[in-house]
């Protein structure tokens, strides 16, 4: 897995403050993405312990509510198995901090995946230009979706994050 940032004390990619970790790699390549210099999945730098501990470290601090994974996208084949390890490990080690994951793939087309027993919130799809909505929340464009990932498990169906 091959990353682009880490960042700190965040408050615009899910709720409270968070440490977000921006990975490389993304085949959706949406129109006006934000991140178009994170879709090669061989671009940035290798993600290695120096990096997971400094992830760690920020979720060590009490005030901070979780990791979110962006990019690119988290789902990506260069990333879903990294993604997996990792949100697995944080889960068991910080069981109390929520983890949130952008993507351009659709729930439908990832329920199954491993990596959603770990998360609390997915936000799925494409951003979509003509349907930008800056007013939304945690999404930029209304096609996407704020999915609480484990009632959407328990009930079989997508159940939207509550605001």
Known sequence: MRYHNITKDDMLNGDGLRVVLWVAGCS????????????DPNGGLAFREEERQEIFRELDKSYI????????????PSNVNGITALARE????????TQWLY?????ESLVGEEVLRY??????????????????????????RVIDVQKSLETGKVVLHAD
Request: hydrophobic residues 25%; glycine residues 12%; proline residues 5%.
């Open 65 to 76: 509510s979780g990791i979110t994974y962006s990019g690119g996208d988290p789902m990506h």
């Open 90 to 97: 944080i889960r068991g080690k910080y069981p109390d901090k």
């Open 119 to 144: 998360l609390d919130v997915l936000v799925d799809g494409e951003f979509e230009v003509d349907k930008k909505d800056i007013t939304l929340q945690w999404k930029g464009s209304s096609n996407q």
């Open 28 to 39: 959706h390549c949406c129109k006006e993405c934000q991140n178009p210099v994170t879709w």
């Open 103 to 107: 993507t351009g793939a659709k729930w």
